[in-house]
């Protein structure tokens, strides 16, 4: 029950968590460190009488299985980008099912063995639980230092892929391990074991394709709706979870326990899905609403279960002489057993695939060290009942409580003891060190910094806004960096660094294109998939893919949506010829963008950027995609001119309608216009806007200029 003081507690935690964010990126430490740090100098505090409140609120199964869980897997497979989760997939599910199981086994038959040499009655079944829960590990943590001290973004991805889902893997073997030890273990029920694993991981993925696929399909309906799609955003994670668990109480109830869907894979496919496909549904202005909204819930969940992790102990009455050797034993053991997963797994791995899918022994050093454990750990070892019995227990404290020390210790060390030395490995190892791609970048960068702060510094002291004494002094010295940043070393990564930085160019326009209602979310994806291609391939030295290429096979969620709109929703003829013209006139809009944004780079500095001849190259190739996009859109307007007249009807009253909004908006925050009257004309224009969008495809003009 949350009572007063208890909510008191709760933002008085959130409150302490905020400053404490700060200064842990100050420190360049994970911030998830520093919170529990502050949890346990917290429960000392919590004794005394004014602080007492503290203590009125638990972290609890519910709340961690809930509301906290779904809110951190949404977060990250939300923003994971698909194509490079499943180009590393062998790699990603050998870690997260393979190697989890490793590491879960290896904990539990080292453990028993162990405990029982020094005298320690703990059954193989619990140190197996144990082995499941502690297995899983945390990306918050170590993502943070990742993107901190610059590790390679498929290391990255790899690392966080594996997190995810290693998570239901870790839910679906901790629920069967408990459930043998509450109802006995036997030869039928190990079976059964092995088929509710394999339900769970198989059917865990088709229910949260299904939920993922009916959210995505119902926010199509109000994508202009911007409250309705964002609140349908919003609670796709939970929805999700709690309706397999629903789905599960249904099946326990009928005598099917066996059947089991496992909510964590449902929550991340759902997620993944939307992340990856339905996120175009929405305006972009949306999207960003959400991916804010998310980091921000995500932050107040790891804050709470973070400082709350030391307040654990508080609830457990335990003599700490008989539990210090335990924990230190559990906690190397966990170590070696997540060295050998790692290195049992990938090394073998690396044998059987090609050189550029291999995982290279340093990388599995820092995946190896990097192995921090968290959130779930927690949420796993308070969903263990408190009266839990098991034959050939010991030890004179309860299993659950036992369970939740030895976590608790494993999490305090992998925090307070792994996490600070996760930077410095890195270095030692060279792992963060810039590729020659990624120097010849920094320094095209730096030019574009250092030429625009000229040209503006020169523009501020025209209009004196800047003394002409100080202006000059700075130009000065920003164009000496200027002239030493456009110094090219290698012109073949000068080359691959401009073309992903044009092809950057052509998403962002795209996108603004999408905002403006100028590009269907098909065409959008279509083009976007292209892009993504022709980036991928730059950057492994590619400066020539096939330019017509769109979808290839990471993009699954799309493949999958496009079988299924053929099978189900095949194109008219009309609809076919208006997306293929808008698909050139975009094309030719990216193209136009990009050969303005070529001339910017080498007239408007006071030297280009990039060497003039591979400038010159680039111009050379979009001008030819610009006449290649022209003349098809031509051809189109020619042979079927009813249709494109309708069409290009649409896209002016499209703009005439954006125009008026932008205008309305201007007017009222410059006070002229008051609320009830802004609402008032913008209602009248989005009226006259959408009749006139009626007129302009009014039926029968297409269908006669095709038949005719």
Not at 364 to 370: R, S, V
């Amino acid at each position: 029950m949350l009572t007063a003081s208890a909510a008191f507690a709760l933002f008085t935690m959130l409150a302490i968590a905020s400053p404490i964010y700060y200064i842990a990126e100050r420190v360049r430490l994970p911030y998830t460190v520093l919170l529990t740090f502050a949890g346990i100098l917290l429960v000392p505090l919590s004794t005394l009488e004014t602080f007492a409140f503290l203590r009125e609120f638990t972290l609890t199964p519910e709340l961690l299985f809930y509301i906290f869980l779904p809110t951190l897997i949404f977060e990250s497979a939300y923003n994971m980008n698909i194509r490079r989760v499943v180009q590393d997939s062998p790699s990603i599910m050998l870690l997260a099912i393979v190697g989890y199981l490793v590491s879960a086994f290896a904990i539990g038959g080292a453990l028993w063995f162990i405990f029982d040499l020094i005298g320690l009655g703990v059954p193989f079944m619990v140190t197996l639980l144990f082995g499941a829960l502690i297995s899983a590990t945390d990306p918050v943590a170590v993502l943070a230092l990742f993107k901190e001290f610059g590790a390679p973004r498929r290391l990255s991805t790899i690392f966080e892929g594996e997190s995810l889902m290693n998570d239901a893997t870790a839910l679906a073997l901790f629920l069967i391990i408990l459930g043998l030890m509450q109802f006995g273990v036997s030869s039928e029920a190990l079976g059964i074991g092995a088929v509710t694993f394999a339900v769970m991981l198989v059917g865990g993925t088709i229910f949260g394709l299904i939920c993922g696929t009916l959210v995505s399909w119902v926010i199509g309906f109000f994508r202009h709706n911007e409250l309705v799609a964002v609140s349908l955003m919003l609670v796709l994670a939970h929805l999700t979870f709690i309706s397999s668990e629903l789905v599960n109480e249904y099946f326990r109830h009928h005598h099917m326990a066996y059947l089991q869907l496992s909510p964590i894979i449902a929550t991340t496919i759902a997620s993944l899905f939307m992340g990856a496909y339905g996120r175009f549904k929405i305006t972009p202005r949306a999207d960003e609403f959400i991916e804010k909204f998310w980091s921000q819930f995500a932050f107040m969940a790891n804050s709470v279960i973070f400082i709350l992790v030391g307040f654990l102990l508080t609830t457990i009455n335990v003599d700490v002489s008989q539990i210090i050797w335990p924990v230190i034993i559990t906690i190397l053991v966990v170590a070696v057993a997540r060295a050998l997963s790692i290195y049992g797994t990938l090394i073998p791995y690396n044998w059987f695939v090609s050189e550029a899918a291999r995982v290279s022994l340093p990388w599995q050093h820092l995946l190896a060290w990097g192995s921090l454990r968290g959130a779930l750990a927690v949420m796993l070892v308070l969903l263990v009942p408190a009266d839990l019995v098991v034959a050939g227990w010991g030890l004179d404290m309860p299993v659950r409580d036992f369970l939740v020390v030895i976590t608790i210790g494993c999490i305090f060390a992998t925090l307070f003891i792994k996490a600070p030395f996760v930077g410095p490995i890195m270095r030692r190892l060279h792992i963060n060190t810039l590729t020659p791609l990624e120097c010849s970048a920094s320094d095209r960068a730096r030019g574009i910094i250092h030429g625009t702060t000229v040209e503006r510094l020169n523009s501020y002291v025209e209009k004196a806004y800047v003394p002409a004494v100080i202006g000059t002094e700075l130009m000065s010295d920003h164009g000496t960096k200027f002239t030493s940043s456009c110094t090219v070393s290698d012109p073949r990564m000068t080359e691959r660094a401009l073309r992903i930085y044009l092809l950057g160019r052509e998403k962002e326009v795209l996108k603004e294109l999408l905002t403006f209602d100028e590009v269907t979310e098909r065409i959008y994806k279509r083009i976007n998939a292209k892009l993504a291609t022709q980036i991928e391939e730059a950057e492994h030295g590619n400066l020539n893919p096939d330019p017509h290429a769109t979808y290839d096979y990471r993009d699954v969620f799309e493949n999958i949506a496009e079988g299924l709109r053929d099978i189900f929703m095949p194109d008219t003829l009309d609809n076919a010829i208006r997306e293929e013209y808008l698909y050139y006139r975009a094309q030719e809009i990216l193209a136009r963008k990009v050969v303005k944004e070529i001339e910017r780079l080498q007239n408007g500095f006071a030297e280009p950027i990039f060497p003039r001849p591979t400038l010159q190259s680039a111009t050379l190739k979009y001008s030819e995609y610009l006449v290649g996009a022209q003349d098809k859109r031509a051809s189109l307007a020619n042979r079927f001119p009813g249709i494109v007249s309708s069409l290009d009807q649409t896209l002016a009253y499209k703009s005439v309608y954006r125009v008026e909004e932008s205008v309305l908006d201007e007017l009222y925050h410059r006070e002229l216009l008051t609320p009830k009257l802004h609402a008032t004309l913008l209602e009248e224009y989005r009226e006259e806007a959408h009749s006139r969008t009626l007129k302009a495809k009014r039926p029968g003009l297409s269908r006669l200029t095709i038949d005719s």
